[in-house]
């Protein structure tokens, strides 16, 4: 009982000094002002916060939340300054709700899924930081772009190509000299408008993501 207590201390004593010695270096390399091209694969989940569209109170359509696939290619400029280049997809499902006229009661069609692809070009803010925040690199960005919905034939609903403005916000932490693992949470704000509904309605789809990159 004694030999075990023994290895666990000692395994204990080990596990902490690597902890000790591996931060200084991560911060090391957290703290280096780098430039260059940067690749990330993303996979994630995109968000619809807000309905698709609405015919008063008898009509509501909406997507629904699914996989998200995604790249992106940013440059950093050195110090604070970048810009960045993302495209993905995904598959979520049109859900159309209408209202029983007899009961009242609403009721729920899913006409099948939709061709999700977004594209957009991102000017990006990466603030220099000190001490320990500086484990994770963090980033803001704002920027614009397109996004693509493909309905199935039988939606009834035409497909849209809509100009997207981006709110960014995100951060990697270093993997290794030239990987990372990388956090990005983006909205996707729009305005979605279709001849079988009353107006316009404002979109914000939120993708969240997280995924590896490679700096080249």
Request: proline letters at 4%; aromatic letters at 8%; zero cysteines.
């Amino acid at each position: 009982m004694r030999i075990q207590q023994s290895l666990g201390r000692r395994a204990v004593t080990l596990i902490a000094a690597g902890v000790v010695l591996a931060v200084p270096g991560t911060r090391a390399l957290a703290q280096q002002s780098e430039t260059g091209l940067e690749l990330t694969g993303y996979v994630g989940a995109v968000l619809p916060l807000s309905q698709l569209a609405d015919q008063g109170d008898t009509i509501k359509a909406e997507l629904t939340t699914r996989p998200v696939f995604g790249a992106r290619l940013d440059y950093w400029f050195g110090g604070s300054w970048g810009v960045g280049f993302t495209a993905g997809i995904a598959r979520p499902n049109l859900v159309v709700s209408t209202v029983d006229p007899v009961t009242g009661f609403p009721i729920s069609n899913d006409l099948g899924s939709v061709d999700f692809l977004h594209a957009e070009g991102t000017l990006l803010f990466r603030p220099q930081l000190r001490g320990a925040a500086s484990i994770m690199l963090p980033y803001f960005g704002v920027g614009a772009g397109i996004r693509s919905l493909g309905f199935s034939d039988g939606a009834g609903v035409a497909d849209a190509d809509d100009v997207v403005f981006i709110l960014n916000a995100g951060g990697h932490v270093r993997l290794g000299d030239r990987t990372y693992l990388r956090l990005d949470v983006r909205d996707l704000i729009s305005s979605f408008d279709d001849a079988a509904f009353d107006a316009s309605k404002m979109q914000h789809e939120v993708l969240l993501n997280v995924g590896v990159g490679v700096g080249l």
